[in-house]
Structure formats: C-alpha cells, structure tokens
C-alpha cells in the first residue's frame, strides 16, 4: 500500500471517528462536553472536536491527490478508496448535521442525489472503457462543502461576530454546483448514455 492510499484508508477512519463522535449518545454513559462562550456565539466542545477531525480529513483529500499525480502512484485502487473517502466523510457529515437541524435538509439530499446519478454516469462510461476525469465544477463543489461544513462546526466564527452566515453560504454554493457539475458530467458523456449497445 503506498502513502496516497494509506492517507485514503485514513480519511476513511478518521470519518468513522467523526461519525461516532457526532451521532454516539455520550450523556448515557455518563459523559458531558462543555460549551465555551466567545463575544455570545456558544461553542460545544464536541463541535470542536469535530471540526478538528473533519479538516484532518480534508487535508489528506488534497494530499493524497496530490502525492500520488507528483510521484506517479496513482493505481485503481486508490481511485476507487479515494471515491469511496471522499462520500463518507463529505455526505454522512452532512446527513447528520441535517438530522441534528444544523443545515437544511435540501442540502444533503441534493449532495446524495447528484453523487449517485454522476457515479452511474461513470459506471456507464466504464463499460463502454471510458474513464471520466473529475471536472472543475465537481471540485469547486467538494472544496465549498469542505469549507461550509468545518465552518458550521466551529460556529460561523468568526462571521457570526458580523451577522453573515458565510457557512450557509458555501453550503448553498455547493449545492448549486453540484446540480451544474452533474449535468456537465451528463452533457460530456450523454453520446455514450444514449448509444444503443
């Protein structure tokens, strides 16, 4: 296993901290975060901890993207993990916090939405020995929800001090993309969707 696939599998893992960390019931094993207050914006402890883990995990997103394009360890299998981080960590953050009433419920279901529609796009043009290479749109996508979410774990700071819900704004941003970068990923590949076979 190379060092861009180690750093995928930690993505991986370290979304799976994230997840029990957001979603575990602590206050029935006795366990309670404390809630730190800056200028009347509150803080829970845990959002914090999220927050640290989830740019963890971001961070490598890059990292191992860019190791493996520098060093020429790019491999099947790390495509295919990388694929499978990046929608653990990105969807299932965003699933929860939907749950938890953080963000609009509309936000993941469109993130879902496109991420299953662009993948059996891929799938297609697979089958017919095609590889579909990620688009502007698809990233610009990924790296505004990035900086949405880990905003919205540290409380909008330090924009809530102004009234600008600038982690509201990415969120929403990204979402747009998502739709744009999908009917790109349709339009670059709609001749091989729609041939006969």
Known sequence: MNLPTKLTVARILLSIVLIILLCFPFYEVGIEFSVITIKNVDLDIKYIIAGVIFIIASLTDFLDGHIARKKGLITNTGKMLDAIADKVL?????IILAS??????????????????VNAIKMEAASHGKVVAAIGSGKLKTASLMI??????????????????VAEL????????????????????????????
């Open 90 to 94: 990105v969807n299932s953050v965003l």
């Open 100 to 117: 938890l009433n953080e963000i609009n419920a509309i936000i993941p279901v469109v993130i879902v939405l496109r991420d299953i529609l």
């Open 148 to 165: 949405g979410v880990a905003l919205i774990f540290f409380g909008n700071l330090p924009f809530e001090f102004i009234g600008l819900n």
């Open 170 to 197: 990415f969120l929403y941003f990204a979402t747009i993309m998502s739709i744009i970068s999908m009917i790109q990923y349709y339009n670059i590949n709609k001749k091989l969707i729609i041939e006969e076979k």
